[in-house]
T-cell receptor, first 115, second 113 residues
Framework: GAGVSQSPSNKVTEKGKDVELRCDPISGHTALYWYRQSLGQGLEFLIY????????KSGLPSDRFSAERTGGSVSTLTIQRTQQEDSAVYLC?????????????FGEGSRLTVL | GDSVTQMEGPVTLSEEAFLTINCTYT??????LFWYVQYPGEGLQLLLK?????DKGSNKGFEATYRKETTSFHLEKGSVQVSDSAVYFCALAELAGSYQLTFGKGTKLSVIP
């Protein structure tokens, strides 16, 4: 597509349920990033993919969070046993290469609300 | 660790007013600096960047100068328009080729006619 596409745009779930958030990056972009934006906070880095591999998973807040990327394209962020503190906007971005001295292209985000 | 501090919002200005959004950073190395903007209902997009001291990034009438001596990268615009209403994020990347951006908390700007 023309830009980074994320789905769902809004998700309301009950505490304890699992959720999956999807990101479809710009075609040809090898790098993919997940960030989390909580109310009143900046963007928190979660994970980075170069191709299908994730060199750095240290930003994931807990072992309830996991992410994968297949075919060097679509990525899924999974949150298991959701908690209320997981409520946030989850942003995905992609870029053509490895470094951020270029430009990151962001999707509109998936807003997660955990009741 | 690295951090970015930007002025608290929200900021409300009248059309054609002068805008400054302050941004200071802490980094162990020699980072690249960025301003991203998020218009209502849209994803973040790069507004401007600077990669070395005294560089000036500019775009759409906005400017920011990389000041190493004051570790600052303040965003300015001489005459704002209603269409500039958005959330502005200052960010840094520590190393050349680094994959991780460290963002400030964002400053919401509202411009009224």
């Amino acid at each position: 597509g023309a830009g980074v596409s994320q789905s769902p745009s809004n998700k309301v779930t009950e505490k304890g349920k699992d959720v999956e958030l999807r990101c479809d990056p710009i075609s040809g972009h090898t790098a993919l990033y997940w960030y989390r934006q909580s109310l009143g906070q900046g963007l928190e880095f979660l994970i980075y993919f170069q191709g299908n591999s994730a060199p750095d998973k240290s930003g994931l807040p807990s072992d309830r969070f996991s992410a994968e990327r297949t075919g060097g394209s679509v990525s899924t962020l999974t949150i298991q046993r959701t908690q209320q503190e997981d409520s946030a906007v989850y942003l995905c971005a992609s870029s053509p290469g490895q470094g951020v001295n270029g430009e990151l292209f962001f999707g509109e985000g998936s807003r997660l609300t955990v009741l | 660790g690295d951090s970015v501090t930007q002025m608290e919002g929200p900021v409300t200005l009248s059309e054609e007013a002068f805008l400054t959004i302050n941004c200071t950073y802490t980094a162990t190395g020699y980072p690249s600096l960025f301003w991203y903007v998020q218009y209502p209902g849209e994803g973040l997009q790069l507004l401007l960047k600077a990669t070395k001291a005294d560089d000036k990034g500019s775009n759409k009438g906005f400017e920011a100068t990389y000041r190493k001596e004051t570790t600052s990268f303040h965003l300015e615009k001489g005459s704002v328009q209603v269409s500039d209403s958005a959330v502005y994020f200052c960010a840094l990347a520590e190393l050349a080729g680094s994959y991780q951006l460290t963002f400030g908390k964002g400053t919401k700007l509202s411009v009224i006619p």
